[in-house]
């Protein structure tokens, strides 16, 4: 009984540790997916607000942000291999009977492969269809859900602001943003449609960039802001007209915390190893004590110190192994378990399966060699004499 105690203390241990990390895989997924969400590298300029006569102005306030501008970025910034303008608004979009509130996207082709954005039916409009400003959109899943239903609405035509256009794809579903909003409530037309035809401006709110790699998205920033600076002719002690926003280290705070979460979870999980390895230092002390003239017995035949601590030790390892094996079976189940029922994507390491067995091994022979080395110390005329 007090071994299977003991055991039962080194299975809690080891299959919180393997359902700890499993949940915090899945949390760092999550969040992963979130930065994945965001776009290929992703640099984003938006044009910013000035302070006239004292008072700060709201971003997208300002008129400079162009077309040139971002053709300009795309020629000049060798980190920046793909830009987009964007231009945005709310707007009413009607099929039928049904009608929708929505807000539209207006950019170009290279907007899909910028914010790693798919098709799901149909394809993209093409830079003809910009050139041109075709009535043409692109619907994303909620506004598809919302005006068809079931319905293919590829090549149907729908009311923008009572404007008719035709729907040539839509878009594969992304969920929520790291701020909560709906992403999928858009649809996306090209800028000269959006620019002319609805909005009627020239300028741009936004423009977006793909940088070449990760770790050149801030620097990428940094030279397109340059850039724009003297595109604007903008004087050293003047601000900025434009905003370089950074959400991907919003996101990567997140995922530090995660990590940090998890590596904390573990910690305490751990304690339940110490605790069990204490129980079975306990318990081989108690069978030491229990099995001293067995012991006097054994060395008075001729058993040698190192054979009686193999015995001891040996206990003390296979009851660790014992509860190692039920542990992963426990942890393996237990992490299924919850992804079912929460819904997560619950993400098994092998790595902390390893660690976990390989730790309920040193925790039987860190535990046990004590009570080992102190059975083979026994003097055997004493132990005989034990009673």
């Not at 915090?24 to 044009?47: M, P, R, S, T």
């Not at 400079?64 to 000049?76: F, P």
């Not at 909620?142 to 729908?158: A, C, E, H, N």
């Not at 992963?328 to 902390?352: A, C, D, K, N, R």
């Amino acid at each position: 009984m007090r071994s299977i105690l003991t055991v039962l203390g080194i299975t809690i241990g080891i299959a919180a540790v393997i359902c700890v990390v499993a949940i915090g895989k899945a949390g760092q997924a999550l969040v992963e997916q979130q930065l994945n969400n965001l776009g290929d590298n992703f640099v984003w300029i938006e044009a910013g607000g000035r302070a006239v006569n004292g008072v700060r102005t709201g971003t997208h306030d300002t008129k400079t942000l162009v077309m040139a501008d971002a053709i300009a970025i795309k020629n000049q910034v060798s980190l920046i291999k793909s830009v987009s303008p964007n231009v945005d608004d709310p707007v009413q979009v009607i099929y039928g009977n049904q009608n929708w509130h929505t807000s539209y996207r207006g950019v170009s082709p290279e907007y899909f492969e910028i914010k790693r954005w798919y098709v799901d039916q149909g394809a993209i409009f093409s830079q003809d269809d910009v050139d041109r400003g075709a009535d043409v959109c692109i619907l994303g899943r909620t506004v598809r859900d919302q005006l068809f239903g079931v319905g293919d609405p590829v090549g149907k035509v729908i009311r923008v602001n009572n404007l008719p256009c035709k729907v040539v794809a839509t878009l594969q579903p992304k969920g929520l943003s790291m701020s909560g909003q709906d992403q999928d409530d858009t649809i996306v037309i090209p800028y000269t449609m959006a620019q002319k035809k609805i909005k009627g401006i020239t300028w741009l709110d936004d423009i977006l960039c793909s940088a070449i790699s990760q770790d050149s998205v801030k620097l990428a920033g940094q030279e397109a802001a340059a850039v724009l600076r003297d595109r604007h002719h903008l004087r050293p002690e003047q601000e900025d007209d434009f905003n370089i926003r950074n959400p991907e280290d919003i996101i990567q705070a997140q995922l530090d915390a995660s990590k940090t979460m998890t590596i904390l979870l573990i910690a305490i999980a751990s304690v339940s190893l110490i605790v069990g390895g204490i129980g079975i230092m306990n318990v081989m002390l108690v069978s030491v004590t229990e099995r001293t003239r067995e012991i006097g017995v054994r060395v008075a035949v001729g058993a040698t110190e190192e054979a009686i601590q193999l015995q001891f030790l040996g206990e003390a390892i296979m009851l660790s192994l014992v509860g190692g094996g039920a542990g992963v079976f426990f942890g393996i189940f237990g992490s299924y378990l919850i992804g079912q029922t929460l819904h997560w994507p619950m993400q098994m390491s092998i790595e902390s399966v390893l660690v976990a067995a390989m730790f309920s091994i040193a925790v039987g022979v860190f535990f046990g060699y004590y009570p080992a080395r102190k059975a083979s110390r026994l003097d055997p005329i004493e132990a005989l004499h034990y009673e």
